[in-house]
Each structure stands twice: as structure tokens, then as C-alpha cells.
């Protein structure tokens, strides 16, 4: 316990999937959390149910202004910024044929250039507070592409390139931040059984059910994440932290 006490963590995407379970986790190990997302309702909750150390705020990650106003707002009511977590995603399925260019430029906008904007947000707030941990939510498709998700692989692409030109630049600079990247394969969260499963909205069953070796939990992603945030990852930075049960790995090449 207390892994990352006394500091201030962002999570966007928090109201929930991969980045309630970072909320909630980061909260139990010490840290005050923002919940930030467009999901009031769902953040809402996730804030009240973490208690008096968590804090809703409605956050558009492709809005630059409100980027200002909820970093603002979370230095104003805890005193500092330690910890960003870029998680808020977007996944549609569909082929780079398929994919028509309003969808690919919404994808960019949400998970490329939501993190770009985090990024450049949150370091003049986490250098006033002496440093701090930025942690870029990519995926496995940043390393090998996916068909089918066309638009969703070239924007994870682009979050993994930018987190090692982020965390070179503060290595540079001296202002004791990191940036790493996390790269999960599949993973139990509502965003994935929706478009799985084909639905507009998914019980706890429906999540249950999706099985597969390269399958984890919300929670198996949130441990990476807290480890990162924490000061025991100190010399890692620019790194890629692979969650995918070997699925990146190429098969061994026959002899034969």
C-alpha cells in the first residue's frame, strides 16, 4: 500500500474499462484522482465510490481548452500534478478500404491527438510539482498492425512514437518526467464486448464471457500502470510495455 501516496494522478477515459480499474487502483495505493471523461454520469460514480480523494471532471480529450481548465482545476484543488494517465480511446472496426476519412480523422483526433494534448498539457503542471509519470495508453496493434481496425492501429501507432519523442524531451530538459507507453492485447472492457458482441450496451455477463489466451482483465492492465506511476519505475522511460500473453511474438522460424 502507498505506492504512489502524497501524489495527484488524471485518468482520462476513467467512468470506465481499463481506466476506472487505473482510477481505482491508483487511489488504494495513496494517490488523489481526477476521473475525467464525457461520461458524467458513470464518472460520477467511479469518483464517489473511490471517496473524498477522487474528483469528477468532464474532460473532451480533443479539446484543447478543456484540457487547460481540468489541469487548472485539479492543481487549484489538490496543489499539484504527479501522475497523467492517457487512456480515453475510440475503436471502430474497419479496413483501411472500408474506413471513409471523417471516422479515421475522429479516431486520430481522440486517441492520437487527445494524448498529444495531454502531454503537452500536463509537463508545465507536473514540472511545477518537481516531475512526475506520464503513462500513454497504445496497443498491441501499434506494433503489428490490425486489418480490420485500420484507423484505431495508426493512431496507437502514432501514441507510441510520440511517448519516446515526449519522454526523450524530458530526459533532455532534466525535469525528472517520465513517459512510458502500455500495449495490451485484448482486454475485458465495455468498448471491446460492444464491438464483439455487436451491441449498443453490455452486462457483466457479456464481459465474462469473452475468453482467449491473449484476454486479460481491466485490472492486469491498471497493475502495469500503477507500477509506471510509481517512483519504483524511476529509470524507465520511453519504454513498451507489453500485456499480451506473447501475441507479438514471432513464431520461431523452422529449420526444415
Not at 87 to 112: I, M
Not at 193 to 220: I, Y
Request: charged share 20%; hydrophobic share 45%; net charge negative.
Amino acid at each position: 500500500m502507498g505506492r504512489v501516496a502524497g501524489k495527484v494522478a488524471i485518468v482520462t477515459g476513467g467512468a470506465s474499462g481499463m481506466g476506472k480499474a487505473d482510477a481505482i487502483l491508483l487511489a488504494q495505493e495513496g494517490a488523489a484522482v481526477v476521473v475525467a471523461d464525457l461520461n458524467e454520469t458513470d464518472g460520477n460514480a467511479v469518483a464517489e465510490s473511490i471517496g473524498e480523494k477522487a474528483r469528477f471532471m468532464r474532460l473532451d480529450v480533443t479539446d484543447e481548452d478543456n484540457w487547460r481548465s481540468v489541469i487548472a482545476a485539479t492543481v487549484a484543488e489538490f496543489g499539484r500534478l504527479d501522475i497523467l494517465i492517457n487512456n480515453a480511446g475510440l475503436l471502430t472496426a474497419a479496413s483501411v478500404v472500408d474506413t471513409d476519412l471523417a471516422t479515421f480523422r475522429k479516431v486520430q483526433a481522440v486517441n492520437s491527438e487527445g494524448v498529444f494534448l495531454g502531454c503537452k498539457h500536463a509537463i508545465p503542471a507536473m514540472e511545477q510539482s518537481g516531475g512526475g509519470s506520464i503513462v500513454n495508453m497504445s496497443s498491441v496493434a501499434a506494433m503489428q498492425g490490425v486489418s480490420f481496425a485500420a484507423a484505431y492501429s495508426a493512431s496507437k501507432g502514432a501514441v507510441r512514437a510520440l511517448t519516446k519523442s515526449v519522454a526523450m524531451y524530458c530526459k533532455e530538459k532534466g525535469n525528472r518526467i517520465r513517459c512510458n507507453s502500455v500495449h495490451p492485447d485484448g482486454v475485458r472492457t465495455p468498448m471491446v464486448a460492444k464491438l464483439a458482441m455487436g451491441k449498443e450496451a453490455v452486462s457483466a455477463e457479456d464481459l465474462a464471457s469473452l475468453q482467449g489466451n491473449n484476454m486479460c482483465n481491466p485490472e492486469d492492465v491498471a497493475h502495469m500502470v500503477l507500477y509506471l506511476a510509481a517512483d519504483e519505475s524511476w529509470f524507465v522511460n520511453g519504454a513498451e510495455m507489453l500485456i499480451d500473453n506473447c501475441a507479438t511474438i514471432t513464431p520461431p522460424i523452422g529449420l526444415s
